[in-house]
């Protein structure tokens, strides 16, 4: 090129992670931080928010400074394993680093298949590390279950009822704060604990107070409800309108309403 300048389309956004798309100059690879808005760009119409909030932050925060100012085409299987002890001795979980460690090997893939670099150097098992779990899913101890119950029993509603359907439905966080009455359907109240009882989950709340207008699976689901979990949602039903009269409002549209839920 004229004046040894480099033909180029467009520069990428200065510094910003979620910059529109560009197109890099032929001659010269983007820096990691500079292909991650690309990524992340390209990524989110078909990411849930939670997990592209997910992957911004973990780029921002533990992958971008330590390796964002390298080109593409220069990060070697060496580059990657520092990263991961690094992020070890900084503390993480295992499980956390193999999370970061596959979004950067995603950002990695993808810069493959634009031709930008000839293999992904973040691929493979790392298995000197031990990032594969080989055991059973962790989950919380009967011990652990109970002293959290305790501890919600003595904080009292909302939160007795938001741990005790935890426990008993498995649905998440998200899912339980955007429960609507609507959704639950109870059996008669007549001084006996029953069956019978189902709940819908169509949507999920997120931590910024927005609801995703589905859940995490894209589908709604039905989960029958134990005798346990009937007496958790009539005993908080009848504590809810009971704080809404309080109140002055109406009967809440939200199973989990005020600084618990909407």
Not at 165 to 185: H, I, M, Q, S, Y
Not at 186 to 215: E, F, I, K, N
Request: with cysteine.
């Amino acid at each position: 090129a004229a004046g040894g300048s480099l033909p180029s389309d467009s520069l990428p956004p200065g510094g910003s992670l979620t910059g529109p798309p560009v197109r890099w100059p032929r001659f010269r690879g983007p820096t990691l931080a500079e292909y991650a808005a690309t990524y992340l760009a390209t990524a989110r119409p078909r990411l849930a928010r939670s997990s592209y909030a997910s992957r911004e932050s973990a780029l921002r925060l533990h992958i971008l400074p330590r390796l964002g100012t390298l080109r593409i085409g220069s990060i070697t299987r060496q580059d990657v394993r520092a990263l991961i002890a690094g992020l070890l001795e900084a503390g993480l979980g295992r499980p956390t680093v193999r999370h970061h460690l596959a979004i950067l090997c995603a950002i990695l893939t993808q810069a493959r298949d634009d031709g930008l670099i000839p293999s992904n150097p973040a691929a493979g098992g790392w298995r000197e590390y031990r990032l594969v779990s080989r055991g059973t899913p962790r989950h919380l101890t009967g011990d652990q279950l109970r002293a959290m119950t305790a501890q919600a029993d003595r904080a009292g509603p909302p939160w007795d009822a938001i741990v005790g359907l935890a426990w008993r439905t498995g649905l998440r966080r998200g899912e339980l704060l955007a429960l609507r009455w609507a959704d639950v359907t109870l059996p008669p109240t007549d001084g006996q604990v029953h069956g019978g009882g189902t709940l819908t989950v169509r949507d999920t709340l997120y931590a910024d107070r927005t609801l995703a207008g589905r859940t995490k699976s894209g589908r709604a689901r039905t989960v029958d409800l134990s005798p346990q979990a009937v007496a958790i949602l009539t005993r908080h039903r009848a504590w809810s309108r009971e704080a809404a009269f309080r109140a002055g409002t109406h009967s809440p549209e939200w199973v989990f309403w005020g600084p618990a839920g909407l």
